[in-house]
């Protein structure tokens, strides 16, 4: 199982794939919003409480020094939320949290308390990072937390005056196994947002998108087309479906949607295929003329018809087709516009005699899940 790569602008995040799993999730503008509003409280708390402070350990900055650190700091954090609201990338991702890791270990190294408060920063970068991006940057933020509480409680130790307590071990102790747990239980919530994430765009029947995978799919997909990147959709539906189901039985009739699913995919060979409901399947395409897409279409009938003659089971196939940007830029409309060319080309049986010049509205379909 693979998350989909594509982005969907009804949802608060998206997945933004590399290679395979690879990636991260981007999250939308408030979400990043309440991100940059966690660091500059924590800026406005580490001002707060090292200016009350009459001296800090002279490890390497003094509290004059500190303090602009943290001014270096807040004036970096405007400058990486300034550019999240242009677009987040892992660049940025990873420029705004070593930023985060530094200032906090910063300041560990120069907290005078023996057990040192401001550690407990690391959690809140470790988990405000970790938790929002996924696991691949959650292990990186979890290293990098790891290494600056090493090298902060290594200089205190050794150039701060410090000694080793037992309170110390026992808060190392318990920081480590917070992060571990708090990294064990994000890679399950993970897993379940996975398949969440899965089920929600695919049909389980036929593994093909669903509507809701398809018209996300659209959404990120029409935003490019143009007169230069024309798309071309394919809309089929199966002829006589509801006669299979009443004479066979369901169990068959979704071995039939299954197969075809299978043949349609197969032969549309690249593009975006899906189910959109019911018996109709949907493909977006790469532009093909209509050469090309006579092609398609003569190789979904055959494949159909050999299928249908070797397993004794009626299955035949109607279809249609439409072109963006001449006929539109969204999904629904495109398909009302292949919808009519694929009833002009369903057969004309007695039985359907009455429904043959009739249109449906496609936006009030069932759809599957």
């Known amino acids: ?194 398949q969440l994430d899965y089920r929600s765009r695919f049909d389980a029947l036929t593994g093909l998108l669903n509507r809701h995978g398809l018209l996300a799919a659209a959404d990120c997909t029409f935003e490019r087309t143009n007169k230069e990147t024309p798309l071309t959709v394919l809309f089929a539906d199966l002829d006589q479906f509801k006669a299979v189901n009443d004479r066979y039985g369901h169990g068959v009739g979704d071995r039939v949607l299954a197969e075809f699913a299978q043949i349609f995919s197969d032969s549309a060979e690249t593009g975006i295929c899906g189910r959109w409901g019911g018996d109709e399947f949907v493909a977006i395409l790469p532009h093909r003329d209509d050469a090309a897409m006579q092609q398609i279409y003569a190789r979904i009938e055959s494949r159909t018809r050999a299928w249908s003659n070797s397993n004794g089971l009626p299955m035949a196939v109607s279809l249609g087709t439409s072109h963006a940007p001449d006929d539109g830029l969204d999904l629904k409309t495109l398909l009302s516009v292949a919808d009519i060319q694929l009833y002009r080309s369903k057969p004309q049986q007695a039985d359907t005699a009455s429904t043959t010049s009739h249109y449906r509205t496609l936006t009030d379909e069932p759809q599957t899940s």
Not at 34 to 47: E, G, K, N
Not at 91 to 99: D, E, N, P, Q, Y
């Open 1 to 194: 199982m693979q998350y989909s790569d594509w982005g969907d602008r009804r949802h608060p995040c998206r997945w933004e794939a590399e290679t395979g799993d690879a990636g991260f999730w981007v999250p939308d503008r408030s979400e990043i919003v309440t991100q940059f509003f966690t660091r500059y409280l924590f800026f406005s708390l580490a001002v707060i409480y090292f200016s009350t402070l009459d001296a800090v350990p002279p490890v390497l900055l003094s509290i004059e020094h500190l303090l602009i650190a943290l001014g270096v700091y807040f004036f970096l954090n405007s400058g990486f939320f300034y550019q999240a609201l242009q677009g987040v990338t892992l660049l940025k991702i990873r420029s705004a949290m070593a930023a985060d890791l530094l200032i906090v270990t910063l300041c560990v190294i120069h907290d005078p308390n023996l057990i040192p408060p401001s550690a407990l920063a690391f959690l809140m970068v470790l988990l405000g990072n970790g938790m929002r991006y996924g696991m691949r940057l959650f292990a990186e933020v979890l290293g990098g937390a790891f290494l600056g509480m090493a090298i902060a409680f290594g200089l205190r130790y050794r150039l701060g005056g410090f000694e080793v307590s037992a309170g110390d071990v026992f808060f190392g102790v318990f920081w480590i196994t917070l992060a571990l747990y708090a990294y064990i239980l994000m890679g399950r919530i993970e897993e379940q947002r996975r």
